[in-house]
């Protein structure tokens, strides 16, 4: 068995897409700034996955100098990255993310989301999500982290 962690980070931006654990957010007027969708809870995942696997990182693997990332879904990177850690070699056991941060109000979209990342992947996927009590970049409303645990064998 493997064990590998991941944590994403985008900043709020006003006007763009709220897409995070690869559900869309259409009530936030402000979502995650990126190359792609900046979908923290879908990159941590694939930090996690790529980690335990020994096959780099999000950036490693998709890196804003490839053009037909650019936009992504956070859907398409985790479809992708079970493939290429399958590829490798391995099956995934599970993958846990926390998201971290003052919104969007996620707690009524957790089982859909856990849905949605399970799908894309293959595994059973958990996902959480807190605040920081007003401390840091999230707690400040700037940005949204996330950060993922993956289970390989």
């Known amino acids: 068995m493997r064990v590998g962690i991941g944590t994403d980070v985008h900043r709020l931006e006003d006007g763009v ?14 979502g995650l700034a990126g190359h792609s969708d900046g979908d923290v809870a879908a990159h941590a995942a694939c930090d996690a996955l790529f980690g335990a696997a020994g096959l780099g990182d999000m ?3 998709y890196g804003t100098s490839e053009p037909e990332w650019a936009g992504a879904s956070g ?9 290429r850690v399958r590829a490798a070699g391995f099956e995934i056991g599970n993958v ?3 998201i971290i941060g003052n919104r969007p109000r996620f707690a009524a979209h957790r089982e859909h989301a856990q849905r949605v990342m399970a799908e894309a ?3 059973t996927v958990t996902v959480t999500a807190t605040t920081t009590d007003g401390l840091g970049l999230t707690g400040r409303g700037e940005g949204v982290a996330a ?3 993956a289970l390989l064998h």
């Open 96 to 98: 846990s993310v926390q």
């Open 17 to 30: 897409p709220m897409w995070v654990a690869g559900l869309h957010f259409p009530d936030e007027t402000a």
């Open 75 to 83: 859907v398409a990177f985790l479809t992708e990255t079970a493939r």
């Open 147 to 149: 950060v993922a645990v």
């Open 121 to 123: 992947l293959g595994a």
């Open 59 to 61: 950036g490693s693997n």
